[in-house]
């Protein structure tokens, strides 16, 4: 006897978590706001340029029109060589950050020295 109502309560216990998991999306709650689907959902998020980066090789103009923003960064010097690597920038040296959170230093890019930034959002510029 005391086996079916051991299996009644864990089917209850399992059986209701799945329940309580469901969601239901509605309209948003602020009347102004617009859904995901009208926002452009995950693609209004800023991203970093180096998600489209120019393949190896391009000219380092790509990267010259990207604005650097000021803000607490938290890359590391090698999450910053990898990133300007990504980007085609080769050889990054003399990499330190400034006050405004901006890693700067200078990289080859087309057999040229260039110099370099990259920003808290992993922006890569050419100066």
Known sequence: MRTPIAALLIA???????IAQTTTTGAPAAPDAKTSQQS??????????????????????AHTNVTLEKGANSFTEGEVRSRLDKAGFKDAKDLKKDDAGIWRGTAMHGGKAVSVGLDFKGNVAAQ
């Open 12 to 18: 209850t216990v399992f059986g209701s978590g799945a």
């Open 40 to 61: 452009g959902g995950q693609q209004s998020v800023t991203r970093p340029n180096t998600d489209k980066v120019a393949p190896d090789g391009a000219a380092a103009g």
